[in-house]
């Protein structure tokens, strides 16, 4: 089940914060989040695990709200080199599944 | 971190031919790679799980005769779109899987563009 975010796009001047949120009707294992600029390959961003462990860079901050199975990404102090494609990616349950992409955010960020 | 490479990055071939698109894990095994598919201006889209050594699975709508998938050793797994059209015409991205404590964090390569004429 694909995971739903919002919003679908956003404009923002650099040093502005903005939050893009997932959800999700399945229970969650972990979601992903990744940036993706025109014509490349997405670029992990953070993982956030059931139970409370997350991995990501350190600019970057999520939550995860197991109850509601939302995330959140938090990008503060935007810059010009935030502007892409964010989308999360939602893993139901342990082992090598694949991760299901949300249909993405597009993010521009202007001077 | 772990690198993924894909080759080629980008091919333009004629309707009806074959195309083959390989996927490697450079500084890692992976025993199991994910194929996606992305057209303009819209999410990723799971095609397939390989898996080293047995038979991918495909995801629904996806025809596994059309794109054959190899998975021959632990770095280096292969899509081959057959008698391509252009409606296969697509950004095609694969990622490896790999393990790390509790969860598996995927690696992406760097994509092939597709475009049949």
């Known amino acids: 089940q694909q995971p739903v975010q919002s919003p679908q796009a956003v404009i923002l001047r650099e040093g502005e914060d903005a939050v893009i949120n997932c959800s999700s009707s399945?229970?969650?294992?972990?979601v992903h989040w990744y940036r993706q600029k025109h014509g490349e390959a997405p670029v992990f961003l953070m993982i956030?695990?059931?139970?409370?462990e997350q991995k990501g860079h350190d600019k970057i901050s999520a939550s995860f709200n197991e109850k509601k199975q939302q995330s959140s990404l938090y990008l503060t102090a935007s810059q010009l080199s935030y502007s892409g494609t964010y989308f999360c990616?939602?893993?139901?349950?342990?082992?090598?599944?694949?991760?299901?992409f949300g249909k993405g955010t597009r993010l521009s960020v202007i001077a | 971190g772990a690198v993924v490479s894909q080759h080629p990055s980008w091919v333009i071939c004629k309707s009806g031919t074959s195309v083959k698109i390989e996927c490697r894990s450079l500084?890692?095994?992976?025993?199991?790679m994910f194929w996606y598919r992305q057209f303009p201006k819209q999410s990723l889209m799971l095609m397939a799980t390989?898996?080293?050594?047995?038979?991918?699975?495909?995801e629904q709508g996806v025809e596994k005769d059309k794109f054959l998938i190899n998975h021959a050793s632990l770095t280096l797994s292969t899509l081959t779109v057959t008698s391509a059209h252009p409606e296969d015409s697509s950004f095609y991205i694969c990622?490896?899987?790999?393990?790390?404590?509790?969860?598996?964090?995927?690696?992406f390569g760097p994509g092939t563009r597709l475009t049949v004429l």
């Open positions: 990622s490896a899987s790999l393990t790390s404590g509790r969860y598996n964090e995927q690696f």
């Open positions: 956030l695990l059931k139970g409370g």
């Open positions: 990616g939602t893993v139901e349950s342990s082992g090598n599944t694949p991760l299901v």
């Open positions: 390989s898996n080293e050594g047995s038979k991918a699975t495909y």
């Open positions: 399945k229970a969650l294992y972990s």
């Open positions: 500084d890692f095994q992976a025993t199991t």
